[in-house]
């Protein structure tokens, strides 16, 4: 089968395309042929070598897919032939992957594969971040960095319709416009103001109840700074390089909480938490009432070209490789 290698720790030029064995589903896995693959920011981070327990090169990236079960393990009830979207242990840059079953869900009639495969990390993510770490509740204040992006996009809608007053940063005045479409009361551009100021001058000082940070370094600084007493920081990432370091004599005079969350090992400990919005948001999906904003469609030949597209912060919403 064709397949995109991580050949080494770098640029977007190591990823390669190779030619490896199709593999075998072990007895809890399906295998899928894939449809399409999500490329997201831990796949890059994956590939420069700065991913907290990533794997040594080669290997072939890429967290989630969406596509057609092929073939099922002694102890999976899936049956092959059905469309499916799921989170995957790695190597979804590729024509055929496996999955544990328990990740694995049937895709509805309403979405299309290119849509499908955004759920299992963006959607999931952006609600894990919410609503189950962050305790985001009606009325509060919330601030989404990176709000044009794929969690971002997905954070946006879920904080709008849950009758939060979302506050949202981006570089440009499309993907600004873009967050504003999604239901974003206040985008803000980071490139040109502090966001910090902004917000401080909207809410008279009084800051955000909860914020959504995958970005670290400067901007988790910065968040402090218009962080409300009792407020919450939810950090999902470090897109930076440089992870979140709290000032902890801040948070305690402010009686703040800093709180991580992370996908993959909520699926690992606790898989039934991470999937317990999984039925909500599909159906959201399927009635219009959420969208997934598709921001790029690659060849699988082309993932370099899709990395650096992401890098060079040219996307909103999800990009996507589909084989």
Same mark, same amino acid.
């Given at each position: 089968?064709?397949?995109?290698?991580?050949? #080494?720790?770098?640029?977007?030029?190591?990823? !390669?395309?190779?030619?490896?064995?199709?593999?075998?589903?072990?007895?809890?896995?399906?295998?899928?042929?894939?449809?399409?693959?999500?490329?997201?920011?831990?796949?890059? !981070?994956?590939?420069? =070598?700065?991913?907290?327990?990533?794997?040594?090169?080669?290997?072939?990236?890429?967290?989630?897919?969406? &596509?057609?079960?092929?073939?099922? &393990?002694?102890?999976?009830?899936?049956?092959?032939?059905?469309?499916?979207?799921?989170?995957?242990? =790695?190597?979804?840059?590729? #024509?055929?992957?496996?999955?544990?079953?328990?990740?694995?869900?049937?895709?509805?009639?309403?979405?299309?594969?290119?849509?499908?495969?955004?759920?299992?990390?963006?959607?999931?993510?952006?609600?894990?971040?919410?609503?189950? /770490?962050?305790?985001?509740?009606?009325?509060? /204040?919330?601030? *989404?960095?990176?709000?044009?992006?794929?969690?971002?996009?997905?954070?946006? !809608?879920?904080?709008?319709?849950? %009758?939060?007053?979302?506050?949202?940063?981006?570089?440009?005045?499309?993907?600004? #416009?873009?967050?504003?479409?999604?239901?974003?009361?206040?985008?803000?551009?980071?490139?040109?103001?502090?966001?910090?100021?902004?917000?401080?001058?909207?809410? =008279? =000082? +009084?800051?955000?109840?909860?914020?959504? %940070?995958?970005?670290?370094?400067?901007?988790?600084? $910065?968040?402090?700074?218009?962080?409300?007493?009792?407020? /919450?920081?939810?950090?999902?990432?470090?897109?930076?390089?440089?992870?979140?370091?709290?000032?902890?004599?801040?948070?305690?005079?402010?009686?703040? !909480?800093?709180? &991580?969350?992370?996908?993959?090992?909520?699926?690992?400990?606790?898989? $039934?938490?991470?999937?317990?919005?999984? %039925?909500?948001?599909?159906?959201?999906?399927? +009635?219009?009432?959420?969208?997934?904003? *598709?921001?790029?469609?690659?060849?699988?030949?082309?993932?370099?070209?899709?990395?650096?597209?992401?890098? %060079?912060?040219?996307?909103? &919403?999800?990009?996507?490789?589909?084989?």
């Amino acid at each position: 089968m064709r397949a995109i290698e991580v050949t #080494e720790h770098g640029d977007a030029s190591v990823l !390669q395309e190779t030619e490896r064995d199709r593999p075998t589903p072990e007895s809890n896995e399906v295998l899928i042929e894939v449809t399409a693959a999500g490329i997201n920011f831990a796949d890059i !981070q994956q590939r420069m =070598g700065i991913y907290p327990g990533g794997p040594s090169p080669p290997f072939i990236p890429g967290f989630e897919v969406a &596509g057609t079960i092929v073939e099922t &393990g002694a102890d999976s009830s899936l049956e092959p032939g059905t469309m499916v979207a799921s989170i995957c242990p =790695g190597g979804g840059y590729a #024509e055929y992957t496996v999955a544990e079953a328990g990740s694995v869900f049937p895709i509805p009639p309403a979405l299309s594969a290119a849509e499908a495969v955004a759920i299992p990390v963006q959607f999931l993510t952006a609600h894990g971040c919410l609503f189950d /770490r962050g305790g985001l509740g009606a009325g509060e /204040r919330v601030l *989404i960095h990176a709000a044009a992006g794929g969690v971002g996009s997905a954070a946006v !809608q879920l904080a709008a319709n849950a %009758d939060a007053e979302v506050f949202g940063t981006a570089s440009s005045e499309e993907k600004l #416009e873009h967050a504003r479409d999604l239901g974003c009361d206040h985008p803000i551009n980071y490139e040109t103001q502090s966001f910090a100021d902004v917000i401080n001058d909207i809410t =008279g =000082g +009084d800051g955000i109840d909860l914020i959504i %940070d995958g970005v670290g370094g400067d901007t988790f600084r $910065e968040s402090l700074d218009c962080l409300a007493h009792f407020g /919450r920081i939810v950090t999902m990432g470090a897109s930076t390089g440089e992870p979140a370091r709290p000032n902890t004599a801040k948070l305690l005079v402010n009686n703040q !909480q800093v709180i &991580g969350f992370h996908l993959g090992n909520t699926l690992a400990r606790n898989p $039934e938490r991470a999937l317990t919005p999984l %039925d909500e948001l599909l159906s959201s999906l399927s +009635d219009g009432e959420l969208e997934v904003v *598709i921001g790029g469609r690659f060849d699988l030949d082309e993932a370099g070209s899709a990395h650096s597209f992401i890098e %060079d912060r040219s996307s909103r &919403g999800k990009i996507i490789l589909e084989p």
